[in-house]
């Protein structure tokens, strides 16, 4: 994410590409305005914002992203489409993805390598799962059978379940997941699956961002998110699982009647994809995974 500056840019030259661009600005519980050609944000202040009357380069922006308590007026919407510079609504810590202008990079060359090596199912696709699970394990397979490796992957995580739940002090019986009732289950299979909810928010964002395709996974293949699951499981092991049970040792310390476990996991996750910049390491995986040398490499 790139600074904000005080006071009036007032530029007004040739749209600049996104390749030459600085990612993105989040901001929230303001009001996003254009006053002479420039695009400013007025804020009583929030926990990442001091208050203000924060010029916005946005030229040399790729995305704004807005949370909660922002409003957005007519003209600033104009001015950005003008620019090519997106504006996507996101939850608090942006945790949710609501909406997004159709613009993004002004190019469809990651769409296009994704969509290419979707379609290679003998080469380049197999290639791209390779390298999701290398990322994700931190380890090369030679296996190219994607039923093996997603054999080799389910072992790794009920490792890493149990290893995770005695170092919280949590009592773990295995994960337990009904997509009819996610609110039955135990505490901490309650936790994982806000968790997972709020990293899946932050890769759609992520994905909107460099304009590839949701629909298309490689890990992942039914769900019309398919591709925004395969980067958030890319942070399972940093975010997803350590956040779920640190937030049910937080929730079973508290004594309040009216402590929601989703509220807390949601805040915590949030934080965490906050100070870590999760949304901007997702870019770059989405980036680098389609980088083609001599097609998606391993390493």
């Given amino acids: 994410m790139m600074a904000l500056l005080k ?4 530029l007004e030259t040739a749209r600049v590409p996104h390749v030459d661009r600085h990612g993105i600005v989040w901001l929230e519980r303001g009001r996003l305005y254009s006053q002479e050609g420039t695009l400013h ?3 009583k202040g929030s926990p990442i914002m001091s208050a203000g009357n924060y010029t916005l380069p946005f030229q040399t922006i790729s995305n704004i992203l807005i949370g909660p308590g ?5 003209d600033a919407m104009r001015l950005m489409a003008r620019h090519g510079t997106g504006l996507i609504a996101t939850g608090e810590d942006g945790i949710r993805f609501y909406a ?3 613009f993004g990079p002004d190019d469809a060359k990651i769409a296009r390598s994704q969509a ?3 379609g290679d199912t ?12 290398a990322w994700r394990l931190g380890e090369i397979f030679p296996q190219t059978d994607i039923t093996v490796l997603r054999g080799i992957e389910g072992d790794r995580m009920k490792t890493m379940y149990r290893n995770l739940a005695v170092q919280f002090g949590i009592q773990w019986n295995g994960r337990r997941y009904d997509r009819n009732a996610p609110n039955m289950s135990d505490l901490p299979n309650q936790a994982i699956n806000h968790a997972v909810t709020a ?8 994905v909107a961002c460099t304009g590839a395709i949701p629909q298309l996974g490689f890990i992942h293949e039914h769900s019309g998110i398919a591709f925004c699951l395969d980067i958030a499981d890319l942070f399972r092991d940093e975010i997803t699982i350590p956040m779920a049970f640190a ?13 929601i476990l989703e509220k807390i996991v949601r805040i915590n996750v949030g934080q965490a994809i906050q100070k870590r910049k999760v949304i901007p390491k997702m870019i770059d995986k989405i980036k680098d995974l389609f980088n083609e040398h001599d097609g998606c490499s391993d390493q």
């Fill in 100 to 102: 997004s202008m159709p």
């Fill in 41 to 43: 944000f007025v804020t």
């Fill in 247 to 259: 937030s049910v040792v937080e929730f079973k310390k508290k004594s309040d009647p009216n402590l």
């Fill in 122 to 133: 003998d080469g380049k696709r197999i290639k791209a799962v390779r390298r999701l699970y």
């Fill in 116 to 118: 290419m090596a979707w």
């Fill in 7 to 10: 006071g009036r840019l007032g």
């Fill in 70 to 74: 922002t409003a957005v007026t007519h």
């Fill in 199 to 206: 990293v899946e928010g932050a890769a759609m964002i992520a």
